[in-house]
């Protein structure tokens, strides 16, 4: 029990930063941002690339760099070339499959052997340590090391969306009209707002890919509804209002995604391979939620209305 | 203060549905003028403000605001110098904000002085909270609510304090009380008399209440098919009745204003 509930901390903090990254773009924004699936997977390159390299930590910050030039080029089709959000995100993800073949040295999957990663340079540190208590934490390590990264770039964040800018962004979800009148250039702001949700899309895949020391071209397939899963999960469970919560939410949800997927993993009561379909089936559900119960009321009222007739019409 | 000089626009160009809105117009304001615009629907009135707040850019001709020449400065910039309100009292204020985030926006209109990353200071708090005041509705003591929770009027009456906060050097009034019942309407009305006044803002509306186009302000423009068609100011329409008002728009245009809304007010 507490292994399920080690690994669905470890894997919901590394993921973790993919459904953040979906509040900005899809809630804040308002944009289906398409390009989450490729841009996970350049971050995984990318971190996974420099850790080879021998600069497992200096691959963080460049994975981010890397994501944020992803979200640039799908900000640019949109805003400037006037090509539709979700499409845009779509040929920025179908371009970046090239990309990270080429990050990758032109092969499908790259992985680590013996070089160090902040995972492994964290557990070394507290397992050499003096302190005693940092030497029972070590087998943390990975929860410690990702939790660590995940709150402080939720805090960052929050903080960020308190400041004018990050007001403005905001706005640029809630009524463009409004933005133009107060001289904001929401060209500007949506640019913003994607290149940091697609940096934090980036920085999940380059935690994942140092954590599991691999990276697959066909790794980030799915990640953008798994992650919208989460972020719904979350808010299912703490709520939306005020705004703020959704990042915590975020959080929040996709541990709980871990723990059911590693419940699944381990009791077996459905093969693993499932798990998409029921994802995808969760999401369609909550996305779809409003108007399934628009349908079921407007039907509620007209069988109340024909009873209401007396059954006239019938008889 | 505003000079539209030969502005001409044209809709859909080159297509059955080509539509001209504007041509040639010009039209003169001076700094501190009050000008009250009616008109029959498809008189280009909106399409004057669009064109003044860069919602497009026009075909030909030159825009001068205060000198400046704002032809091809993009909407957003132009947005810092002109305030602009519309009908709808939705379209004014982003909904899932607080009172105190909506006003921190309209704020950034100001422009210098401020770091993209600094946040809503006590001293900001302090600020919003005595000019909401000034509004009598109360919303000093709601500012962290969101404003998709305050009624149209509310609404209205913020977007009105988002428009002049920082003091624009024009300011466009679409038909901003058409959508309110009377009593708030009326409220707003005075607003918006008192803090043009008070600033000393030059001041476009629209409107189709007759009596309100000669009451309030100092001038007031007829406009039919794209052009003003009676100008009048000073003496001349402090004498105006409303019945003058619909013959002198049968002279301008040959045709009796067409819009039941403007003769039932």
């Avoid at chain 1, 690994?7 to 930063?17: D, N």
């Avoid at chain 1, 052997?113 to 030497?135: E, H, R, Y």
């Avoid at chain 1, 934090?200 to 899963?229: E, F, H, P, R, W």
């Avoid at chain 1, 693993?272 to 509620?300: H, M, S, Y």
Wanted: charged share 15%; aromatic share 8%.
């Amino acid at each position: 029990m507490l292994y399920i509930l080690k690994t669905a901390l470890e894997l919901g903090f590394l993921y973790a930063m993919v459904p953040i990254a979906l509040f900005i773009s899809y809630r804040v924004l308002d944009i289906a941002d398409l390009t989450t699936d490729g841009c996970f997977v350049l971050g995984a390159a990318v971190s996974v690339m420099m850790a080879r390299a021998g600069h497992p930590i200096l691959g963080i910050p460049l994975a981010m760099l890397a994501g944020a030039c992803a979200g640039f080029v799908t900000a640019f089709l949109h805003t400037k070339l006037k090509v539709p959000s979700i499409l845009s995100g779509i040929i920025t993800n179908t371009g970046l499959y090239t990309i990270n073949l080429m990050v990758m040295g032109w092969s499908s999957n790259q992985s680590l052997l013996k070089q160090s990663t902040i995972f492994s340079l964290l557990k070394n540190g507290l397992k050499n340590s003096k302190a005693k208590a940092f030497v029972t934490l070590a087998d943390w390590y990975a929860v410690i090391l990702s939790g660590i990264i995940v709150v402080v770039f939720a805090l960052l964040i929050l903080a960020f969306l308190g400041t004018r800018l990050g007001l403005s962004i905001r706005a640029t979800g809630d009524n463009l009209d409004m933005v133009r009148a107060s001289s904001i250039n929401p060209s500007f702001t949506i640019t913003v707002g994607l290149c940091i949700a697609n940096a934090m899309t980036a920085l999940s895949g380059a935690m994942v890919g140092q954590y599991q020391k691999t990276v697959d071209i066909n790794s980030g397939t799915g990640i953008v509804v798994i992650g919208l899963a989460c972020l719904i999960i979350g808010e299912t469970i703490i709520g939306r209002r005020p705004f703020f919560k959704g990042i915590i939410a975020a959080i929040i949800g996709s541990i709980v995604y871990r723990v059911i997927y590693a419940v699944v993993l381990y009791t077996k009561v459905l093969p693993v391979e499932f798990l998409k379909l029921i994802t995808a089936i969760v999401v369609a559900l909550a996305i779809a939620f409003p108007a399934i119960r628009k349908w079921f009321a407007f039907q509620g009222k007209k069988i109340s209305h024909a009873n209401g007739k007396g059954g006239k019409d019938n008889a | 203060m505003l000079d539209l000089i030969n502005v001409s626009m044209t809709f859909n160009p080159g297509t059955p549905n080509a539509k001209t809105a504007l041509s040639n117009f010009s039209v003169h304001l001076n700094d501190g003028d009050f000008v009250t615009i009616i008109g029959s629907n498809g008189a280009g009135k909106s399409t004057m403000f669009n064109a003044i707040a860069g919602t497009f850019f026009v075909d030909s001709g030159t825009i001068k605001l205060g000198g400046q020449d704002i032809t091809y400065l993009p909407e957003h910039k132009r947005s810092r110098i002109i305030g602009r309100m519309f009908q709808d009292p939705l379209k004014g204020t982003a909904p899932s904000m607080s009172i105190e985030e909506n006003l921190a926006l309209a704020y950034l209109r100001s422009g210098e002085g401020f770091s993209p990353f600094s946040h809503i200071t006590n001293r900001d708090k302090q600020e919003f909270r005595e000019k909401l005041s000034l509004l009598g509705m109360g919303l000093e003591d709601r500012m962290k609510q969101p404003v998709g929770l305050l009624s149209g009027g509310q609404r209205q009456a913020l977007t009105l304090l988002m428009a002049t906060m920082v003091t624009p050097k024009l300011l466009l009034l679409d038909e901003h009380t058409a959508a309110l019942d009377p009593g708030t309407a009326d409220k707003v009305i005075q607003l918006t008399k008192e803090i043009v006044e008070k600033n000393h803002i030059t001041c476009m509306m629209i409107t189709h209440n007759m009596k309100q186009a000669l009451e309030i302000g100092n001038r007031t423009f007829l406009m039919s098919n794209g052009k003003v068609v009676y100008d009048v100011n000073g003496e001349e329409r402090s004498k105006l009745t409303i019945n003058d008002l619909l013959d002198k728009f049968k002279a301008g245009t040959g045709q009796a204003l067409d819009n039941d809304r403007m003769l039932l007010s």
